[in-house]
């Protein structure tokens, strides 16, 4: 396919070329092109809130991107200040204080180099995974498939959106058999000695697939952080949701697969989906460029929240076999 | 929508009864209107009494009925580019009169009723334009091939697409909106060369004529306009040729009488030499370029024309008119070397190809002097097809083959029923139908695999589809009194696609009155309905756009348009004419964000969004029809807005084409009997494009580790913001074309040396934009033009 693209391209610059075709460099006449304020942040009921704060730059500056470390972030509950978040590096700012579902939550931003800025989000409840069944599907080229199913009830009488993560959770150890940083020794089946350098837990998302030609209709965008999809098919209705994962990602000897659903507001729902399909398609000169939403009054980003209902599985290696444990 | 159905139930009642008021004695002028040195019937000419003020117009097949009281009658029969015949008799009985005017050789010395203004201020037709196929001709064109389409892109309220595109966007519709007729025939793709020209060889066409708003009820199937092009029917006196050699192309045109005065034929041909002339210029380039041994590669389309022409009787005659046309657009390349004493040679081919056939089969048949009737049977075929192919061979055996080949298109078959009625000298009917059969092949692939002793075939992508498609309309222009006059109708149509039924009834009104005989006022309101949709991709125009029908997701376009329109003949040689319209358009189709034609795996329905549309103007255009100088200047000044729930985040945003301003000067100066300019200047606001003002960072979940990120992490994914969709202009696109064209009389017949300049002043007019890097590492905004100045010659022959 990418072949097709390719030649079509050739022929049609071909046939710019053939047409005397000229390039020059134009002035960018950008009426509303100021630098705003970019305030991104999810919150949840179960942490502190972090937001970060950065600023655009114009379209054509080469500058490095820059942080705002100065600027006046306040937190809102219904309206309510509940106080100013501190910067503590890079970008971020955080307050002590964790959010409530079913409360409005306001960010407001101001710098005195540019215009303030705002947005405002509800923390939403949470709905609750029935249950998850898996099975694994053996490929040709050892392309071994977990698959999931994840049945789940859409709360009936109001509009839903979801995103679906999967968080591979594993014991992380890096081997040397020069640096000796680390007590442990890992003897290995050459009786060579080895040296553990680094050991911890790691928690990295997996990557979820929909199930090629069945597609599930009602997935509406799919990433690396996961499935986004709204109810709009299965209002109020008990929905199994079928998807997969390859094993290629699972490291040491357990691994603990954490499914989660997140209920989302739809200015996030919005967000992810636009966000994806503009990374699909940027630079593409066959498809529209695609507008990243936002939900920042005078700003650009996206403050948001999310409530996670959370399931796992234990996967445990055997003998280079990968097999369902227990929760 | 029931209110509008009593309305014209009241009006056609009204209208019956009114059939049963007695009237003086009264007879009837009928009979054809034709060219007196081919015989060929001319379409649309004005038949006028100035004593009684009425009039009517010849019917597309030249036929008239013209009813008068018993009296002096003073007949003046007008048509553009003939010089006006007038006549007076006394009528006391029916009377045949077949006319044959003289074509105008020397206007500026011709003394001429104007029949365009006349026509202008008292027809109840507004938004209409006739565009003399002698003009198309003459003014200045892109390589100097004389282009119909964009001919008609001069005129108000019809607007081209990008830099160079033959593609018509109307009163703020799509391309797709466009019912392009060829002898009745719909033509689905009518762009060569990526709608640089247009697929109608004008030496081909004896007229074209446009209809932008209060579509008269025998016009259905698309929201935004009417394009009626009738092909010449050829000579029935005498042989008659004429041919051209150009920078791009040839055509010929040879046409006669198979038996003089009954049975004539005209067939045309043009190809284009761009491939020829660049095959040996591709090859060395690649040879320096250290390329495959064997690469061409190139481009070329070309199209015929035909029809034979046969008149059974004085009251049938029959016609079959052919055309096809077909680009090719193509690379293949030969690479041989030898291994272990074998020569193996492996060879690669693209190909792109397109192109239309269409048919119709047409019979004319006079029941009498006030009932005329004509039957089309029509065939109509688009096809798109581009593939690739791998082949290698080991010596003279093929060991492995690699095809992929894409393709769609669509097929109609079909006929239509047309009658002209002149029951009574008040009103002139129109009633028919029409039947049409598509299948449209919305994008099949197939794959070809052959390794070793492994073949593979395979197709997947959409099936044909197949849609049964009708109407039937019936219209009454209506001489109310002698200051009002009106043509009212109604257009019933239906489709059908497996269970799923689609009707629309669309009420037509267009009225006229008359302040004086040099000024009117005229209003209309069409209802429209559109079956099949374009989907289209929106950056660039090729021929991967595919036709669809409706379905159960997809529902008919369907559109209303006021018009308002002020003609004022206020010079012998001058008119006038003000339109103002509001249009609304619903169930438009986009594409999704992000989706394009290449995405195969999807169906093509869930590609889809749905929205609405709207668009408001107003046009002026100031016309100079006779003298030495002649021409005219052009104004529209247009918004044209699209809707889409999921589209722009639901917001407004403009049409690609919305173009707030849009000028055309056109001018035509005849010095002598042997040379003649041209001059064309147009300037339009520039297309709305959807570019990126700045740059941020996406949304970066904190973690333990993001605070120690520093912002190189970030660069590859920042977000370009857009401010909204085709928020951005383009610089504005103006142009002066020039052209001079020196005739002369030789033994066999008359020559023509054309030259022209297109782009005159050169002007670098954007084709697209887009953001790169300048010599100093600076990111900037570059603008990439297609047509500098373009000089062009061409040698044009008659006999």
């Not at chain 1, 950008?30 to 972090?50: F, Q, R, Y």
């Not at chain 2, 007879?27 to 004593?51: C, H, M, P």
Request: charged share 20%.
């Amino acid at each position: 396919m990418k072949n097709i693209k390719v030649y079509l391209v050739i022929v049609i610059t071909s046939l710019m070329i053939f047409s005397i075709a000229c390039e020059k460099v134009i002035n960018l006449d950008i009426e509303d092109a100021k630098i705003k304020i970019v305030l991104n942040g999810i919150i949840s009921s179960d942490s502190a809130v972090i937001v970060h704060i950065s600023k655009s730059r114009h379209i054509l500056d080469n500058a490095q991107i820059s942080f705002l470390s100065d600027a006046q972030v306040k937190l809102y509950e219904n309206e309510t200040e509940i106080g100013s978040m501190t910067h503590i590096g890079n970008g971020f700012y955080k307050i002590h204080y964790t959010p409530k579902k079913g409360f409005d939550y306001k960010v407001a931003v101001s710098h005195s180099n540019y215009d303030d800025a705002y947005a405002i989000t509800r923390v939403l409840n949470s709905v609750q995974i029935i249950s998850i069944d898996t099975f694994t599907t053996y490929g040709q080229y050892q392309d071994n498939n977990l698959n999931f199913n994840l049945k789940f009830t859409d709360p009936i009488d109001e509009k839903n959106y979801y995103m679906l993560t999967l968080i591979n959770h594993y014991y992380e150890m890096q081997y040397s058999d020069t640096v000796k940083n680390i007590d442990t020794l890992y003897v290995g089946p050459d009786t060579t000695i080895v040296y553990i350098t680094y050991g911890g837990y790691v928690r990295t998302p997996r990557r979820i697939f929909v199930l090629p030609n069945t597609e599930d209709v009602i997935i509406e965008s799919q990433s690396e952080k996961g499935l986004v999809f709204s109810d709009e098919l299965i209002s109020g209705k008990t929905y199994t949701l079928r998807f997969y994962s390859s094993y290629y990602n699972f490291w040491g000897d357990t691994n603990r697969v954490y499914v989660q659903l997140k209920s989302i507001p739809k200015e996030l729902y919005l967000y992810y989906k636009s966000l994806q399909q503009y990374y699909n398609n940027h630079g593409d000169p066959f498809s529209e460029p695609v507008m990243v939403y936002t939900n920042v009054v005078n700003g650009l980003g996206i403050f948001s929240s999310q409530s996670i209902y959370s399931d796992s599985l234990v996967f445990i290696n055997t003998n280079n076999h990968w097999y369902y444990n227990n929760k | 929508m029931e209110k509008s159905k009593f309305l014209i139930i009241f009006l056609l009642l009204f209208f019956f009864l009114s059939l049963e008021k007695s009237y003086a004695q009264r007879y009837t002028i009928s009979g054809f209107v034709q060219d007196k040195r081919s015989g060929e019937k001319l379409f649309w000419a004005n038949i006028y009494d100035t004593r009684t003020k009425l009039g009517t117009t010849s019917n597309e097949y030249g036929f008239f009925s013209l009813t008068l009281p018993s009296d002096t009658v003073e007949l003046t029969i007008s048509f553009v580019g003939y010089a006006t015949f007038q006549t007076k008799f006394f009528l006391n009985s029916n009377l045949k009169l077949n006319i044959e005017l003289d074509p105008v050789i020397q206007i500026a010395e011709v003394t001429v009723t104007d029949r365009r203004s006349e026509e202008l201020v008292k027809s109840t037709q507004m938004s209409l334009i006739e565009m003399p196929v002698q003009q198309i001709k003459t003014l200045p064109v892109l390589l100097g091939e004389a282009d119909v389409l964009k001919t008609l892109q001069l005129m108000p309220g019809i607007q081209s697409g990008s830099e160079g595109s033959s593609g018509l966007y109307v009163r703020g519709g799509g391309p797709d909106q466009n019912l392009i007729l060829l002898d009745g025939v719909p033509v689905y793709n009518a762009s060569h060369l990526f709608g640089f020209f247009s697929v109608f060889n004008p030496d081909a066409i004896s007229s074209v004529r446009l209809i932008k708003g209060g579509f008269p009820a025998r016009y259905g199937g698309r929201l935004s306009s009417v394009i009626d092009i009738r092909m010449k029917e050829g000579n029935l006196r005498k042989f008659a040729g004429e041919g051209s050699i150009g920078n791009v192309s040839s055509k010929f045109t040879f046409e006669g009488p198979i038996i003089k005065d009954k049975t004539s034929f005209i067939v045309s041909g043009r190809r284009t030499y761009i491939d020829i002339l660049a095959a040996p210029i591709i090859s060395a380039i690649n040879r320096a370029a250290g390329g495959s041994d064997n690469l061409r590669a190139g481009y070329f389309f070309w199209d015929a024309n035909a029809k034979i022409n046969h008149k059974i009787s004085e009251k049938d005659r029959v016609f079959l008119s052919f055309y096809a046309g077909r680009d090719k657009a193509y690379t293949n390349s030969k690479n041989k070397y030898v291994y272990n004493d074998t020569t193996n040679t492996s060879i690669n081919r693209f190909k792109l190809t397109w192109g239309n056939v269409t048919s119709a089969l047409r019979w004319n048949h006079v029941y009498n002097d006030k009932l005329f009737s004509n039957l089309t049977l029509i065939y109509s075929n688009y096809l798109f097809d581009t593939g690739m192919e791998f082949l290698e061979y080991r010596g003279n055996k093929l060991t492995s083959n690699y095809a992929f080949n894409y393709f769609s298109g669509i097929e109609n078959t079909g006929g239509i029923i047309d009658f002209d009625f002149r029951p009574v000298p008040k009103h002139s009917l129109k009633f028919g139908g029409n039947y049409l059969y598509h299948t449209f092949k919305p994008g099949v692939s197939a794959f070809k695999i052959t390794d070793g002793s492994t073949s593979l075939t395979q197709e997947f992508g959409n099936k044909n589809i197949y849609a049964n498609e009708f109407y039937s309309y019936i219209e009454d222009s209506w001489d109310i009194s002698a200051l009002i006059k009106a043509n009212l109708g109604v257009h019933y149509s239906g489709f059908i696609l497996k269970n799923k039924y689609y009707d629309s009834f669309q009420p037509r009104i267009s009225t006229r009155f008359l302040i004086t005989d040099k000024i009117s006022i005229k209003a209309a309101y069409s209802q429209m309905q559109q079956y099949i949709h374009l989907l289209t991709n929106s950056t660039i125009g090729l021929p991967t756009d595919l036709w669809l029908p409706s379905t159960d997701s997809i529902r008919p376009e369907n559109s209303h348009q006021v018009a308002l329109g002020f003609n004022y003949d206020f010079h012998k040689d001058w008119d006038l004419s003000i339109e103002g319209y509001y249009k609304t358009m619903d169930n438009l189709i986009e594409y999704k964000e992000g989706a394009s034609f290449f995405q195969l795996s999807q169906n093509w329905e869930s590609k889809l969004e749905i929205g609405e549309g709207y668009s408001y103007g107003a046009e002026v255009l100031i016309r100079k029809n006779y003298g030495q100088l002649t021409g005219w200047i052009g104004y529209t000044l247009s918004w044209s807005w699209r809707k889409f729930e999921n589209l722009n985040f639901g917001e407004p945003f403009p049409y690609k084409y919305d173009r707030r301003h849009d000028v055309a000067v056109v001018l035509m100066y005849k010095l002598n009997e042997n040379i003649d300019f041209g001059l064309t200047w147009v300037y339009g606001t520039g297309n709305a494009v959807t570019l990126g003002i700045a740059r941020y960072l996406p949304l970066v979940e904190y973690d333990e580790f993001v605070q120690y990120y520093d912002s190189f992490y970030y660069y590859g994914q920042e977000i370009e913001y857009y401010k909204g969709r085709n928020s951005y202009r383009m610089p504005p696109y103006h142009r002066l074309d020039l052209s001079a064209n020196f005739n002369k009389k030789i033994k066999w017949g008359e020559r023509t040396w054309s030259v022209g300049l297109y782009n005159a002043y050169s002007r670098q007019n954007p084709f697209y934009l887009y953001f790169g890097w300048d010599n100093m590492g600076n990111r900037v905004l570059k603008q990439v033009s297609l047509f500098p100045i373009i000089p062009s010659v061409r040698y044009s022959f008659k006999f």
